[in-house]
């Protein structure tokens, strides 16, 4: 499930995770996951960033705003087993972090 997203706040990738189960969603603009262990996967949603301007002038008073970062979702699928992993890559420093090794055993 892929989608622009439906809660706020902190907890908004715990409740994505309880209400749609694997997901990636925007919406909030912070780079965080959560997962419920739960079938082979786990339960997990991912909030995946943006990639916009964060100086909003709406959002300026929400402390919530403080937590907006640049990023994006990626992964790679075992098309044999159709495993998955997901990773998130954000900003920090002006530089983006992406994690890179994905070994299947």
């Not at 997962?35 to 909030?47: C, D, E, F, R, S």
């Not at 959002?59 to 075992?78: C, E």
Request: hydrophobic share 35%; net charge neutral; glycine share 12%.
């Amino acid at each position: 499930n892929v989608m622009h997203g439906f809660f706020s706040g902190k907890f908004a990738a715990k409740q994505h995770a309880e209400h749609y189960g694997l997901c990636a969603f925007g919406h909030t603009h912070c780079v965080t996951e959560y997962n419920i262990p739960k079938y082979p996967h786990g339960q997990t949603a991912w909030n995946i960033g943006c990639l916009c301007n964060l100086d909003m002038e709406y959002d300026a008073a929400r402390p919530g705003s403080m937590a907006q970062r640049h990023g994006w979702a990626y992964g790679v699928v075992n098309e044999r087993t159709g495993d998955f992993v997901i990773h998130l890559a954000r900003e920090i420093g002006g530089r983006y972090v992406c994690s890179t090794e994905i070994n299947w055993y």
